[in-house]
């Protein structure tokens, strides 16, 4: 695993996305786009997630989404070298406007 000093490896430094959006008429396709490892989810992958299932909610015109991976792991689950220390104090946050992919926030679906 190569780290950047930061906490993070240093593949999720790179300026390709994480999550790739693509719309398909009403369909909204969200890739996982971190191949190279296995799709792990940190902090980065979460964020843009987070901004595609926003998308996904707040757009009428989308009817549904489907979410796939890149690569040929779906996801080997959280990156906990970037992600834990957050989840352990409560602090991983969400972006205003994005939608907590694991809808651990109080709000409800929409109707």
């Known amino acids: 695993m190569t780290h950047n000093g ?10 390709e996305p994480t999550v790739t959006v693509e719309r398909d008429g009403h369909i909204l396709l969200i890739g996982l ?3 190279a490892k296995r799709n792990a ?3 980065r ?11 996904l909610e707040n757009d009428d015109d989308l009817w549904c989404g489907v979410l796939f991976a890149h690569g040929d792991t779906f996801t080997a689950g959280l990156y906990l070298l970037d992600v834990g220390p957050d989840l352990a104090q409560g602090s991983l946050t969400i972006p205003e406007g994005h939608r907590d992919p694991w809808r651990l926030d109080a709000r409800g679906p929409r109707h």
């Open 6 to 15: 930061t906490g993070q490896d240093a593949a999720t430094t790179s300026r």
């Open 45 to 55: 992958l979460i964020t843009e997630l987070s901004a595609a299932y926003g998308q």
């Open 41 to 43: 989810f940190d902090k």
């Open 33 to 35: 786009n971190r191949p």
